[in-house]
């Protein structure tokens, strides 16, 4: 009876080692999947070769704040910088208000690419206190009309701000098409 009794206890033993193991595996599995999800750079066709010849479209969506949200009010969210020569540099501040009732936190801002670099603050901004963030484009090797976006995150429904930088980037003197003559080609009739 006792060598019953220890067969039994073992085997409920070796059922909870299995059962933590298969959640363990399980929550492995779906961190991975969350993390592949998070990242969509990486090619799921290295991982999945069914997939190798499918069309990638994963899209990062903002992830929503989990604590509290509050109200971030900008005086603008968009400076015209009218027209610059290449290489200038342009920069500009933009204010904004904590209309909500919960601190601010801006968690990130990121520019559309490395030729426009925001600066934010790092502290929690207090309801009804205000806050800037400053925004340099570096227009060297940029021409033309150009739209530069800077992506801010903080706890506020949606997630996602976005500021803008606009204006027309004009070769300058030492750019390898300034002062090319326009060449106008008419085909035969």
Request: net charge negative.
């Amino acid at each position: 009876m006792l060598k019953q009794i220890r067969v039994a206890f073992l085997a409920l033993l070796a059922v909870g080692f299995l059962a933590s193991c298969n959640t363990s595996s399980e929550s492995s599995a779906q961190e991975e999947a969350r993390n592949d999800l998070e990242q969509p750079n990486t090619p799921q066709s290295a991982s999945n070769p069914a997939m190798a010849n499918e069309p990638q479209q994963v899209q990062k969506q903002p992830a929503a704040p989990t604590g509290p949200t509050t109200v971030m009010a900008f005086e603008e969210t968009e400076f015209d910088f009218g027209t610059i020569t290449a290489g200038e540099k342009v920069s500009h501040t933009f204010t904004f208000t904590n209309d909500g009732d919960e601190p601010l936190i801006l968690s990130n801002a990121k520019g559309s690419c490395g030729c426009t670099v925001p600066k934010w603050p790092r502290e929690p901004i207090a309801p009804g206190e205000s806050g800037e963030v400053t925004v340099e484009f570096n227009s060297k090797n940029k021409k033309g009309k150009r739209n530069q976006k800077v992506t801010i995150t903080a706890n506020t429904n949606p997630p996602q701000t976005f500021l803008f930088l606009k204006g027309q980037v004009e070769p300058g003197a030492g750019s390898s098409d300034a002062g090319a003559p326009k060449i106008n080609v008419q085909q035969p009739n």
